[in-house]
């Protein structure tokens, strides 16, 4: 797997970017609630971009994890 990623966190949601190939998904690590996480990405090639479900309150950061 090799994977070159990129993430964005707003106020309340964010997304993430990568390239490459790979399986991988988005957590958003909220301030004052569990996480959030976006659908699975099975990625053979290209670019993919998922988008997180917005939090009721802030996010702290955006994280992509391998699956």
Do not use: F, N
Not at 17 to 46: F, I, L, M, N, P
């Amino acid at each position: 797997m090799a994977l070159s990623c990129k993430t964005s966190a707003g106020s309340t949601g964010g997304c993430a970017e990568c390239t490459g190939s790979g399986q991988w998904r988005a957590k958003a690590v909220g301030d004052w609630e569990g996480d959030r996480y976006s659908e699975r990405a099975d990625q053979k090639t290209g670019t993919v971009r998922v988008y997180l479900p917005d939090c009721k309150w802030s996010i702290e950061k955006v994280v992509v994890e391998l699956l």
